[in-house]
């Protein structure tokens, strides 16, 4: 298992840029996948952007071309950058990891990002 815990939300402009934080209480080099999920008021949570160990991504479609998911081995830390953000990516974000293939995800407790004028 591992602790994390996500940082970067906050009130933005439609158009505006964000960059989330998820910091991982040990060593990610190894750990399978990582991910970004976000959950609407009323909505289901869904997967925005997943990261492989050796550095694979998957992007929702909505987001794609607007959000860079990256990972910082040297710092324990995964990143979502977000551009060009809508209204609909208002959303509580979290950050997920699975420390081996079959495991369960570890999750951190969410960071709300807003985005309004």
């Known amino acids: 298992q591992v602790q994390l815990v996500e940082s970067g939300g906050g009130l933005v402009q439609p158009g505006g840029s964000l960059r989330l934080s998820c910091a991982a209480s040990r060593s990610i080099t190894n750990i399978y996948a990582m991910g970004w999920f976000r959950q609407a008021p009323g909505k289901q949570r869904e997967l925005v952007a997943r990261i492989s160990s050796g550095g694979s991504t998957v992007y929702a479609d909505s987001v794609k071309g607007r959000f860079t998911i990256s990972r910082e081995n040297a710092k324990n830390t995964m990143y979502l950058q977000m551009n060009s953000l809508k209204p609909e990516d208002t959303a509580v974000y979290y950050c997920?990891?699975?420390?081996?293939?079959?495991?369960?995800?570890?999750w951190g407790q969410g960071t709300q990002v807003t985005v309004s004028s």
């Open positions: 997920d990891a699975v420390v081996e293939v079959g495991g369960l995800p570890s």
